[in-house]
T-cell receptor, first 115, second 106 residues
Framework: EPEVTQTPSHQVTQMGQEVILRCVPI?????FYWYRQILGQKVEFLVS????????KSEIFDDQFSVERPDGSNFTLKIRSTKLEDSAMYFC?????????????FGNGTRLTVT | KNEVEQSPQNLTAQEGEFITINCSYS?????LHWLQQHPGGGIVSLFM?????KKHGRLIATINIQEKHSSLHITASHPRDSAVYIC????????WGAGTKLIIKP
C-alpha cells in the first residue's frame, strides 16, 4: 500500500539554524498538510497546500516557516531560524481529494530537537 | 472552549473489556477522523466518518451528526491496543482533540 514518507526521522539542530523537513506524499494525492506536536501536547495544524500554493495556514505558521513542492514529488517544510520552542514532532499528511470520501494518510513524523 | 472534546483523557482497562472513547465537536464538519498514535509517535488513520457507522476488525466508529458526537469502540480489547486515540474534525483543516490515552492490561 502506498505511504507517505518523511525524512529524516530525527533532526537535531542548533538554535538559529535553518532546517528542511522532507516529505514524499502518495503520488496521486493533491492536498498536502503539515502538522506539529510539541511533546505532551495535542497535534496542531500548520499549513495546507494545494495546486502549488498555500490554501490555509495557522497562526503558528509565521514568516519563519515556508513550504515548497519543488519537483512534483517532495513536499518540504523549511524553518528559517529555529527557536527552542520549535522542538516538536512534525507530521506530513496527504489526501487524494478534498471530499469527505478522501482519507488522510500520515507520515511517521520527523522529531525536531532544537538545542 | 476547545472545538473538539474527548473523554476520557485516560483509560485503563483489563484485556478483553469493551472500550468506548467519546468525542464531541462544536464546529461544522465534512468528516470526522479517528486516529491512533503509538508510543513512538507515528499517527495512523483508523476511520473517516461523515455519517452512520464503520467497522474494521475489532474497531467500530459511530457518528451522530445532529448531536455532533462520535464514539470509538474497541471490542475484546488487547494490550496491543494500548495507544493514544485522537478524534479530529475536518472542515478544510483538521481540528484535533487532545487524545485519549488507553492502556490495556493483560
Amino acid at each position: 500500500e502506498p505511504e507517505v514518507t518523511q525524512t529524516p526521522s530525527h533532526q537535531v539542530t542548533q538554535m538559529g539554524q535553518e532546517v528542511i523537513l522532507r516529505c514524499v506524499p502518495i503520488s496521486n494525492h493533491l492536498y498536502f498538510y503539515w502538522y506539529r506536536q510539541i511533546l505532551g501536547q495535542k497535534v496542531e495544524f500548520l499549513v495546507s497546500f494545494y495546486n502549488n500554493e498555500i490554501s490555509e495556514k495557522s497562526e503558528i505558521f509565521d514568516d519563519q516557516f515556508s513550504v515548497e513542492r519543488p519537483d512534483g514529488s517532495n513536499f518540504t517544510l523549511k524553518i528559517r531560524s529555529t527557536k527552542l520552542e520549535d522542538s516538536a514532532m512534525y507530521f506530513c499528511a496527504s489526501r487524494g481529494g478534498e471530499s469527505s470520501g478522501s482519507p488522510l494518510h500520515f507520515g511517521n513524523g520527523t522529531r525536531l530537537t532544537v538545542t | 472552549k476547545n472545538e473538539v472534546e474527548q473523554s476520557p483523557q485516560n483509560l485503563t482497562a483489563q484485556e478483553g473489556e469493551f472500550i468506548t472513547i467519546n468525542c464531541s465537536y462544536s464546529v461544522g464538519i465534512s468528516a470526522l477522523h479517528w486516529l491512533q498514535q503509538h508510543p513512538g509517535g507515528g499517527i495512523v488513520s483508523l476511520f473517516m466518518l461523515s455519517s452512520g457507522k464503520k467497522k474494521h476488525g475489532r474497531l467500530i466508529a459511530t457518528i451522530n451528526i445532529q448531536e455532533k458526537h462520535s464514539s470509538l469502540h474497541i471490542t475484546a480489547s488487547h494490550p496491543r491496543d494500548s495507544a493514544v486515540y485522537i478524534c479530529a474534525a475536518f472542515n478544510y483543516q483538521l481540528i484535533w482533540g487532545a487524545g485519549t490515552k488507553l492502556i490495556i492490561k493483560p
